[in-house]
């Protein structure tokens, strides 16, 4: 069958002159759920840099806390991946990302909060590496 330009959706198909975005990117939803991925992602690798950034900086932490805190954060998803995922399996997809990036973005704000008020020390990074990586 020969390609029939008139049947095809054109990129500026719009009245007004102005320029239609084709394929995904014409869907509200799912410029949404690439914007809330971008920022959820943008989060989670700033979080895998700043906590050791700042465990190094701040607290003078030597190779083997670094270590530490790293296993720290890598040790929820050998721990409780399979029990929180059946879990929260029965929950809406929607409502776990959203509750997910919350609660990891208060986490990464207790760190700042806790260096403001003069308590940040490894126990609360070791705290806070385990929350992020459980979320």
Same mark, same amino acid.
């Given at each position: 069958?020969?390609?029939?330009?008139?049947?095809?959706?054109?990129?500026?198909?719009?009245?007004?002159?102005?320029?239609?975005?084709?394929?995904?990117?014409?869907?509200?939803?799912?410029?949404?759920?690439?914007?809330?991925?971008?920022?959820?992602?943008?989060?989670?690798?700033?979080?895998?840099?700043?906590?050791?950034?700042?465990?190094?900086?701040?607290?003078? !932490? =030597?190779? *083997? %806390?670094?270590?530490? @805190?790293? $296993? #720290?954060?890598? &040790?929820?998803? /050998?721990?409780?991946?399979? +029990?929180?995922?059946?879990?929260?399996?029965?929950?809406?997809?929607?409502?776990?990302?959203?509750? !997910? =990036?919350? *609660? %990891?973005?208060?986490? @990464?704000? $207790? #760190?700042?909060? &806790?260096?403001? /008020?003069?308590?940040?020390? +490894?126990?609360?990074?070791?705290?806070?590496?385990?929350?992020?990586?459980?979320?």
């Amino acid at each position: 069958m020969p390609f029939d330009p008139s049947s095809s959706v054109s990129s500026s198909a719009s009245g007004s002159g102005r320029s239609v975005p084709s394929g995904p990117w014409r869907d509200g939803d799912f410029r949404r759920l690439w914007a809330g991925q971008t920022a959820s992602q943008l989060g989670e690798h700033a979080g895998l840099v700043i906590l050791p950034l700042i465990a190094v900086l701040t607290l003078d !932490a =030597d190779v *083997g %806390r670094l270590g530490v @805190l790293r $296993a #720290v954060g890598q &040790a929820p998803a /050998l721990l409780l991946s399979l +029990l929180v995922g059946a879990w929260v399996d029965r929950w809406r997809t929607r409502t776990v990302m959203v509750l !997910a =990036d919350f *609660g %990891r973005a208060l986490a @990464l704000g $207790a #760190v700042a909060a &806790a260096g403001l /008020l003069g308590v940040l020390g +490894l126990p609360v990074l070791f705290v806070v590496a385990f929350v992020v990586g459980t979320l």
